[in-house]
């Protein structure tokens, strides 16, 4: 569902340019807008809407759809997202308007500068605005998020949808990250380890350095940039030898380096 971009609707409410470019950041709505006006002027088997990569044939293959009237619609209509074009397929482009009708249009959606300049000299270029703050909230607000975390987030996302989901699953790790750390300072092994099964491999990194920071600063020990064997024995007492026979059971069992040193702090080896 479009949210926004009331303007730009207004704008090819009655007509549309041969070729229209609608430009902006990522994550604003500006695919949903071109579906909009897409279907403003083509339906069924006159339009053409896909968000995949194209290869150079399936543009060849379009010339034909683009030489012959439309079937039931005003327009025939293809939306294409420009940002994985290559410039084969570009080159591509270039023919297929070129050798299209005059009641083909053609809507292209681009979140980079990718675009050359023999599709820009054909163009009419629309520069889709950054959602604004509210509307943003009032997005996140529909798909669950809790008010306060809706309006932090909505701050710092510039206007894009995308990039404010981003933050929040950067926000949910970090904090899912912090009630493990702080299970592990506890010594529950079992819900350490459960906690961490799925978990990619930034979050595990991310576990390690808080782990290791939270558990120096509880015991008063100063890291620095020891290796990390030193560091793991400093934090629990082991000698290095005993340390190294630890992790090697360990890593048999676990397979993964802070589960290694989870094991170390829970077991008190």
Not at 62 to 80: A, H, M, Q, T
Not at 86 to 94: G, H, I, S
Not at 99 to 104: G, I, L, N, V, Y
Not at 151 to 161: A, T
Request: hydrophobic share 45%; with cysteine; net charge neutral.
């Amino acid at each position: 569902m479009l949210l926004g971009h009331n303007r730009v609707l207004d704008l090819f409410a009655q007509d549309m340019p041969k070729v229209l470019i609608l430009k902006g950041q990522d994550g604003i709505g500006k695919f949903l807008l071109a579906e909009e006006i897409a279907k403003k002027f083509s339906t069924g088997c006159d339009l053409i809407i896909t968000r995949e990569t194209l290869k150079i044939d399936a543009v060849r293959n379009l010339i034909g759809f683009s030489k012959f009237i439309p079937v039931s619609s005003r327009y025939k209509v293809i939306v294409w997202d420009t940002d994985t074009f290559t410039n084969l397929v570009f080159n591509a482009l270039l023919k297929l308007l070129e050798e299209s009708q005059d009641r083909c249009k053609f809507i292209l959606v681009s979140s980079k500068d990718n675009l050359p300049q023999t599709i820009l000299s054909r163009s009419h270029v629309c520069n889709v605005e950054s959602l604004p703050v509210n509307l943003v909230v009032d997005i996140l607000l529909s798909k669950g998020v809790l008010e306060s975390l809706a309006e932090r987030v909505s701050k710092r996302c510039g206007g894009s949808i995308s990039i404010a989901l981003k933050l929040l699953d950067g926000i949910k790790e970090r904090e899912t990250v912090l009630s493990v750390v702080n299970f592990c300072c506890l010594g529950d092994l079992e819900i350490c380890i459960k906690n961490t099964e799925n978990w990619s491999d930034e979050s595990m990194l991310l576990f390690e350095q808080i782990f290791r920071h939270e558990q120096a600063r509880r015991m008063g020990i100063d890291l620095g940039y020891v290796d990390k064997y030193e560091e793991c024995a400093a934090l629990h007492n082991l000698s290095l030898d005993k340390l190294q026979l630890v992790l090697q059971i360990c890593e048999k069992e676990f397979k993964s380096s802070i589960k290694v040193l989870l094991c170390c702090y829970a077991l008190k080896v």
